[in-house]
């Protein structure tokens, strides 16, 4: 199953994503909204695909593996995102640095720095440009805001789960924009 969403779902989407992100000045807004909502099952597909690759195979040698995504576009909330996704690096992100900054004991000021910090250096872990530094930040204070505002949704709900999905989707297109000039112009293409 993970060979199939990564060489047939997510090298599939990758076609038509890289064509409007390598080239973002020759497409429109709806071709540009449709590749940035590829992208994130394209990237779903593919992460979660290596991981039941490797979590199949240390079956076959014996080892237990503990699944790595829960369904994480069914989620009702960033907080619920977050608890989906990639679960192995939310876990140490939690772990090694949110906990490790004081999570969030000290009162809400420390709260929304621990959160904004933690997924600034989550962006900067997977690659030194600005798109990816951005991408942390926005997720950090898109976190914040659902604590401030106690926003946080357990029990599932359609239009919960979907403006949940359109939130990480927009915000997936910092992670998946070739520079910062690209990012600006797609979301410049949706917009207008």
Same mark, same amino acid.
């Given at each position: 199953?993970?060979?199939?969403?990564?060489?047939?779902i997510? +090298?599939?989407?990758?076609? $038509?994503v890289?064509?409007?992100?390598? $080239?973002?000045?020759?497409?429109? #807004?709806?071709? &540009?909204?449709?590749?940035s909502?590829?992208?994130?099952?394209q990237? $779903?597909c +593919?992460?979660?695909?290596?991981? +039941?690759?490797?979590?199949?195979?240390?079956?076959?040698?014996?080892?237990?593996?503990?699944? /790595?995504?829960?369904?994480? $576009?069914?989620?009702?909330?960033? &907080?619920?995102?977050?608890?989906?996704?990639?679960?192995?690096?939310?876990?140490? !992100?939690?772990?090694?640095?949110?906990?490790?900054?004081? #999570?969030?004991?000290?009162?809400?000021f420390?709260?929304?720095?621990? !959160?904004?910090?933690?997924?600034?250096? #989550? #962006? !900067?872990?997977?690659?030194?440009?600005?798109?990816?530094?951005?991408?942390?930040?926005?997720?950090?204070?898109?976190?914040?805001?659902?604590?401030?505002?106690?926003?946080?949704?357990?029990?599932?709900?359609?239009?919960? /789960?979907?403006?949940?999905?359109?939130?990480?989707?927009?915000?997936?297109?910092?992670?998946?924009?070739?520079?910062?000039? +690209?990012?600006?112009?797609?979301?410049?293409?949706?917009?207008?």
């Amino acid at each position: 199953w993970g060979f199939f969403k990564k060489v047939v779902i997510a +090298d599939r989407l990758a076609e $038509y994503v890289n064509g409007v992100y390598n $080239y973002p000045n020759s497409y429109s #807004g709806f071709p &540009v909204i449709i590749a940035s909502f590829f992208f994130a099952f394209q990237i $779903y597909c +593919d992460f979660s695909g290596y991981s +039941d690759i490797a979590i199949g195979a240390a079956t076959i040698l014996g080892f237990h593996i503990p699944a /790595n995504f829960n369904k994480p $576009y069914f989620a009702t909330s960033p &907080v619920d995102f977050w608890r989906r996704w990639h679960i192995s690096l939310s876990t140490w !992100l939690r772990d090694y640095l949110y906990i490790p900054l004081g #999570g969030n004991r000290g009162g809400a000021f420390k709260l929304y720095r621990n !959160l904004l910090l933690t997924m600034l250096i #989550g #962006g !900067l872990w997977h690659g030194s440009a600005w798109t990816f530094v951005i991408w942390g930040g926005l997720h950090g204070i898109v976190l914040s805001i659902e604590k401030k505002f106690n926003l946080v949704h357990e029990q599932y709900n359609i239009i919960k /789960n979907i403006s949940t999905f359109v939130i990480v989707s927009m915000i997936w297109i910092f992670f998946r924009a070739n520079s910062m000039n +690209d990012a600006l112009l797609i979301y410049s293409k949706i917009i207008f």
